[in-house]
């Protein structure tokens, strides 16, 4: 049975991965330290003698004994809130946690995987934003702890490949939605079910007229699955290119939900970007691989599932 290691793998999207390497099969062993991720994340899987699930921080090592056939690095908070209120853990878990992470993969000679983002690409000056658009980042604004933290992280995991022979591959990650993501953990789709749910204004920053390109967890982890099972080295675009208004945005969430509530504007924030669209030319070339699961279906299921889980 191969075996899969998952920085992270207590979390959002770490937890989505897990269940489909069970599927496959796969040997799991999540590695979690429960800044941001949760245990309850992965709680149905407690009782499969083919999942493992050690606490522990990646930054300081990763106590994974026997054979490795993949290692998958996650670990990191995701949501602004998340990343501003552990900027320091942010820098260290993309620096020193990813090395541990190669170390791993290297020692093993197993496959490695990245969970980058499109934070990468900053406030972009290119729309929509291929793999090679090199990105307009604030290098020392309050959200450069991300930004910067998975720009070394791509960094480090190209030089393991071009030094030791790696198998690496980067996926660039364009706001993933879902089931399992915290209601209201800052990231907007999260944030807009909460507040339509509880009956409150939806809280929109800015003029509403910044967009954004929203991608269902399970063509997220399918997408990931694809990238880790190619032959391709480098970064790749995984996320859904329609792109949507804030204002578009908060009137489906409306729509699914029945609520009927104002919009409440507020400042935008320092370095938050005005557009973000992926372009996935590479990702249907190399991996056949697009989005299967449109936004209003995707936030239907995101809600019910908020609801039975509330």
Known sequence: ????????????????????FRARDWEVVAVDNFLTGRPQNVAHLAGDPGFTLVEHDVIDDIPVAGPVDAVLHLASPASPPEYLAHPIATLEVGAVGTRRALDLAREHGARFLLASTSEIYGDPLVHPQPE???GNVNS????SVYDEAKRYAEAITMAYHREFDVDTKIVRIFNSYGPRLVAADGRVVSNFLAQAMRGVPLTIYGDGKQTRSFCYVSDEVRGLLALLDSDHVGPMNIGNPDEFTMLELAELV???????????????PADDPKQRRPDISLAQEVLGWHPAVDLREGLALT???YRRHR
């Open 140 to 143: 020392v604004g309050p959200r």
């Open 303 to 305: 809600l019910d599932w």
């Open 254 to 268: 409306l729509e699914v939900t029945g609520a009927q509530v104002d919009v409440l504007f507020e400042p935008l």
């Open 1 to 20: 049975m191969p075996r899969a290691v998952i920085t992270g793998g207590a979390g959002f999207l770490g937890s989505h991965l897990g269940d489909l």
């Open 132 to 134: 090679s658009y090199f």
